[in-house]
């Protein structure tokens, strides 16, 4: 195993840019599952970005909040005004693992590491967070919900690092985050949904899921029927919106039937109500 | 709208956990024990880490080995190509054996080396080709189980139904595996066992010594449930080996998943049955055919219904194990016990829905005493059973039930033997060898000795855990305090006696003149000498007292759950509220680890009845989550409020108390379940899937 | 074979990247309030080092994989699971484990019986000390909650959560 220990993200870029095949290391809650087991692993190169202090930063500006890259659940808990403008990042947060892992996982890991699972990444999606990808040439921002090509496969080349989050400052007047797990803490999910409505005129619905798809997935189906202010009378009246935007498969925390119903009530009983077509 | 709750709550649902009883101190149970207060002897070097476990025991020198395990659940062994694994740096030594293997998990050699890592990459570098085999991963994959056909003529109502149980693993915090530390002419083995002379009886060649030659010390060990029992385990018997050749400490212990896939497991069920019933809830009549899921292994697949602890006229009952490609059972808390628990008390309550009655009622009726029907009428009070709503009946998105089970348990005591010794200085050493898997037996020995002789626990030290000392029952069957508890008394008595004897023969009285109360010794009923006073008078050696008890002595034990929940109908999610679990204890010795043990009985039943699972991949045999993060066991959150109700009523004699607390919880919640949403779940354990599957069918 | 080539450096505020020791990487760290020098392999797990190097055995392996929490130790005052840590990622961090809190203060805990086979108890108790010495945490989160990473298979989780109220003296926190 080899393992590189770069002082600055100038660094760690100079790294990238030579070795194509660096693996970035944060929090490592990821990596090291049944490390001792995983030997093809162990055969990798690794960039360990865990001491680069520039990158543990919560900013906030007069238009977004800037997490950088080895912003930790545990630090947004901590974050004095997070849970004010951005209460969805504190209700993921809580939910990621327990506290021996919200300690040490980042948000930024949490993206890259690409599972369809992730709990923080739904909620980032839902506030519109943009990624900011920095390799030697500069850096550049995607959409989050632009981010993922496929199963565990995004658009950060192989030069890039993420090196920080951005979510634009706006006002909401509803958001929700559910997670359905095994258990209530320590478990990963079988659904889970994050939703947000922007108070600007006229709305704008985020709604994301994830584990029903290969990736964590905006459902555009169901943002339209909300944009369209379409009648909605029971869990079922979300099934053809449900079936267009999500392909969940049968696994073995849950089955593929379960989570497509259990995402339409989810959906119904969070927006029954928050909506005059919705009754 | 922001949602707060960790757990969804739809449409307004109760909070989540409401109560806020105080679950410690137990008012119902203080005054009913030898000793109310007392805290673990052992607690403070727990809590601290200084206790030692097997799996601490890292000695100088120590070589660590590991078994090559096949990957597959049928696959044979063609080649071995260990050239690349012989060179990995602190490689020892390899031994792999081409053969055919028959389920995941099953060793075909070992790894030895200086560290754990070298162990490792030596296991990774190995080219094995391994040729799959077709495979069999359950009893369906065999057995065709369908519903069954008949009913008794005079029957008023039958129900028929099918019900089926997964195989769940022990799971112990600690794993299987031990070191042997062979010096050529001694040895010492640390084992984490249930039973520290089953494996001193059990090396034979693999040490080469006698009993006498070597000692197994196991003083702490990291939970076991029946795992553990027998003999050294090849975990040991490789260490053993390896050390005697090697002549160095041999470390062998488990990772997580070898711990599911080949330390033994509480074997899958299927039920099927047929039972006929009268409208006064009588049972005419029935069959039931039950099936149990043995993996690799010949037997030992029992389910016990129908248990006995109720009364059923002509019920027919077979049993068949059903191999397949997978690890065998090995005894697990109440072997055969829970499984067939959940098909009795679901189908008892399924009878009742027939009939109309409230399954309490059916239960009270049909259970074979009144000892059961007190503690149904006990726990129906404490539960607040008057609340059940009618099956079915509730609309809301969040619905609460209510179900009921019973427990029975008994087993005859193997024997077992004690020393006490009193020392001139006053203190009391209490030995014997049998070990503490978490029950606190060290702490129940030292409150029979002191009891037994009438002084602070203070001043008694106890030794157990090594098989120097006078040998001990196995931790198996629930045994082991309803025989060590005796033997430890009666050795403590006769150590007292002894002392006695010498107090007489310096002042010319009688033995029976004296007596101890509270650590004064009294002559006559009046104050003689405090007990350091009189135990000046001992020779150096002091007075040992020794005691042996014989087979026989019985722990029999009867109990009932009653449980609570909410169903979140939206989800499926079950929240278990309040967990009532009343059990019949006998003479209780320490009422914090009687509570304990009851406590902890319930948790595995609600974790078997909500999460626990061995999946297997019906392709290639191979356990799909061996691990703790897909193999679920139940968290702090999802605790109930659990009460345990040590219910002596007259009873003398220690009772069993492991195995019955875990009987009747997973069939009790199953009830509860039912009763809450109208539809029985059948099929264990109850995830959300299948309980919305329940309520759909219930729909339609 | 995966031993390391790691560019490294003795000391991890230092500007430049320098080379390797034998394929391994030296860290200094703090350790129960002692500093400590050690050359580790890459591939080490902080719960390896502790224990197998360490003889720092009171930190338990239960799954491997940070659900079980019997391997937590703090870093920087964060409770993490040792067995998910690269050892090396502790360079210049202080690390404590079970085996650095003062055992005077833990009666709570042993009188409420939150022990049973003590397997999962150092790492319970590690995470109880750090909520003990941070009680503010209970403003936002349940003890269960904070609790939720540490199993226990046999005793229950009552007599922690209720040991841990009697010691933090807050007797209402642990009903969510």
């Known amino acids: 195993m080899n393992v590189l220990l770069p002082n600055s993200l100038a660094e760690a870029c100079d790294f990238c840019a030579k070795q194509p095949d660096l693996i970035p290391l944060a929090g490592a809650t990821d990596l090291l599952v049944h490390w001792p087991l995983r030997q093809a692993e162990h055969d990798k190169t690794y960039l360990d970005l865990s001491k680069l202090q520039e990158l543990r930063t919560i900013t906030w500006s007069a238009n977004s909040l800037t997490l950088g890259a080895l912003t930790t659940y545990w630090d947004v808990l901590q974050d004095p005004r997070a849970k004010s403008d951005f209460p969805l990042l504190i209700e993921s947060a809580r939910q990621v693992g327990a506290i021996q892992i919200q300690s040490r996982g980042t948000w930024a890991g949490n993206i890259a590491n690409g599972s369809p699972a992730a709990d923080g990444v739904p909620v980032l999606m839902a506030y519109d967070a943009s990624v900011a990808l920095t390799s030697k040439s500069g850096t550049r921002s995607v959409p989050l919900h632009e981010y993922y090509t496929g199963y565990r496969k995004s658009v950060r080349r192989s030069d890039e690092l993420i090196s920080a989050i951005s979510i634009p400052l706006r006002r909401y007047d509803f958001a929700v985050f559910h997670k359905v797990g095994a258990r209530r803490a320590q478990a990963i999910t079988k659904i889970g949904l994050a939703m947000t409505r922007e108070s600007a005129k006229p709305a704008t619905w985020r709604v994301v899921a994830n584990s029903v798809a290969a990736t964590v997935k905006r459902c555009a189906a169901v943002e339209n029927l909300l944009h369209a202010g379409a009648p909605i009378r029971k869990p079922e009246d979300f099934a053809a919106a449900i079936a267009s935007d999500v392909t969940p498969i049968d696994d073995i925390r849950s089955t593929a039937d379960y989570r497509r119903t259990v995402m339409a009530r989810l959906l119904y009983h969070s927006l029954k109500g928050v909506s005059p077509a919705i009754s | ?700 | 074979m995966g031993f390391a080539t790691s560019q490294s450096s003795m000391n991890h505020q230092s500007t430049q990247s320098s080379a390797t020791l034998n394929g391994t990487i030296a860290i200094r760290f703090t350790l129960n309030g002692r500093e400590v020098e050690i050359a580790v392999d890459p591939t080490e797990r902080l719960l390896d080092t502790l224990r197998y190097r360490l003889n720092l055995p009171g930190s338990k392996e239960g799954c491997g994989e940070g659900e079980c929490g019997a391997c937590t130790v703090t870093i920087d005052d964060l409770p993490a699971n040792s067995c998910l840590v690269p050892t090396f990622q502790v360079r210049g961090c202080n690390v404590r484990t079970i085996e650095s809190i003062p055992t005077s203060s833990l009666q709570p805990m042993l009188e409420t019986g939150a022990t049973q086979c003590g397997a999962c108890t150092p790492g319970v108790v590690v995470t109880a000390n750090w909520i003990k010495e941070h009680s503010s945490v209970l403003a936002s989160h349940t003890l269960r909650a904070l609790m939720a990473g540490n199993l226990c298979r046999c005793t229950g989780y009552d007599g922690i959560i209720d040991g841990l109220e009697k010691w933090i003296g807050n007797p209402k926190g642990g009903r969510p």
């Not at chain 2, 109760?14 to 109310?36: K, V």
């Not at chain 2, 799996?55 to 080649?79: H, I, K, Q, W, Y």
């Not at chain 2, 495979?135 to 008794?152: C, E, F, M, Y």
Request: aromatic share 6%; proline share 6%.
């Open chain 2, 1 to 700: 709208m922001i949602k707060t709750d960790v757990a969804p709550t739809l449409a307004g649902g109760p909070t989540l956990i409401p109560t806020d009883m105080p679950t410690t101190n137990r008012p119902m149970n203080m005054g009913q024990s030898m000793d109310d207060n007392t805290s673990r002897l052992d607690g403070v070097a727990k809590i601290t880490g200084a206790a030692k476990y097997s799996s601490d025991m890292l000695l100088p020198n120590a070589v660590f080995a590991r078994f090559v395990r096949c990957p597959f659940g049928a696959a044979n062994l063609e080649t071995v190509d260990d050239s690349a694994a012989r060179k990995v740096p602190g490689v020892i030594d390899i031994e792999i054996t081409p053969k055919a293997c028959t389920y995941n998990g099953q060793p075909v050699g070992h790894v030895v080396a200086e560290s754990p890592v070298a162990v490792n990459r030596a296991l990774k570098a190995l080219k094995l080709n391994w040729k799959k085999d077709s495979v069999k991963t359950s009893i369906r994959d065999t057995k065709q189980v369908g519903l069954l056909k008949g009913n008794a003529p005079d029957a008023d109502v039958t129900i028929r139904a099918v019900y089926s149980t997964p195989v769940q693993t022990h799971s112990s915090l600690e794993t299987h595996g031990g070191v042997v530390d062979h010096k050529g002419d001694k040895a010492t083995v640390y084992a984490s066992t249930q039973g520290t002379f089953s494996v001193r009886d059990g090396f034979g060649d693999a040490l080469s010594l006698k009993g006498s030659d070597f000692e197994v010390v196991c003083e702490y060990v990291g939970g076991g449930f029946g795992s553990k029992l027998g003999g050294p385990g090849k975990e040991l018997m490789l260490a053993a080996k390896l050390s005697q050749k090697l002549k160095r400490p041999a470390y062998v212990m488990c990772n997580r998943a070898e711990e599911h896939l080949d330390t033994g497991n509480r074997p899958s069920s299927v039920t099927s049955v047929w039972l006929s019933l009268k409208k006064d809830g009588s049972v005419v009549g029935g069959e039931v055919m039950t099936y149990g899921g043995v993996g690799v292994a010949n037997g030992g697949g029992g389910c016990n219904v129908p248990s006995g602890r109720y009364t059923f006229a002509n019920v027919n009952k077979s049993h068949e194990d059903v191999s397949f490609n997978a690890g065998g059972p090995r005894a697990f808390r109440a072997p055969g016990r829970p499984q067939g628990a959940f098909a009795e008390e679901l189908m008892l309550d399924e009878a009742a829905a027939e009939l109309g009655m409230d399954p309490l009622a059916l239960k009270r009726k049909l259970a074979i005493d009144d000892v059961y029907r007190e503690m149904l009428d006990q726990g129906a009070k404490l539960i607040g059973w008057g609340e059940r709503k009618a099956n079915g009946s509730q609309t809301s998105v969040m619905r609460t039930g209510f179900g009921v089970g019973i427990a029975g348990w008994g087993s005859a005591s193997p024997g077992g033997n004690a020393e006490v010794v009193i020392h001139p200085d006053g203190s009391v050493e209490s030995r014997t060898g049998t070990q503490d898997i978490g029950t606190g037996q060290r702490t129940t020995m030292g409150i029979c000795t002191a009891d037994a002789i009438g002084i602070p626990l203070s001043m008694v030290t106890v030794q157990i855990g090594r098989s120097s000392l006078p040998p001990g029952p196995g931790s198996g069957g629930s045994v082991t305090s309803p025989t060590t508890a005796p033997t430890m008394m009666n050795a403590a008595t006769q150590a007292r006696t002894k002392l006695f004897e010498v107090l007489a023969r310096q002042g010319g009285d009688n033995a029976a003149d004296f007596t101890v109360k509270d650590g004064v010794v009294l002559k006559r009923g009046e104050k003689f000498l405090s007990w350091k006073d009189a135990c000046a008078k001992l020779p150096a050696d002091g007075v040992m007292g020794s005691a042996s008890t014989g087979d026989g002595g019985k722990g029999n034990s009867q109990g009932v759950q009653f449980v609570k929940v909410v169903v979140d109908c939206e989800t499926g999610i079950i929240y278990p509220k309040h967990v009532i679990a009343i059990q019949s204890c006998g003479r209780v010795i320490c009422r914090k680890t009687a509570e304990s043990q009851i406590i902890g009985g319930v948790i595995q039943g609600l974790s078997y009845g909500m999460f626990e699972n061995r999946i297997l991949d019906r392709n290639v045999g191979a356990m799909v989550n061996p691990n703790l993060e897909w193999y679920k066991i139940l968290g702090p959150c999802e605790m109930p409020h659990i009460e345990p109700v040590l219910w002596a009523h007259g009873q003398t004699g220690v009772k069993a108390l492991g195995e019955p607390p875990t009987i009747p919880t997973a069939g009790a919640l199953a009830c509860a379940v039912f009763n809450a949403i109208g539809a029985p779940v059948r099929h264990l354990p109850l995830t959300p899937d299948k309980v919305l599957s329940a309520l759909e069918g219930a729909r339609s």
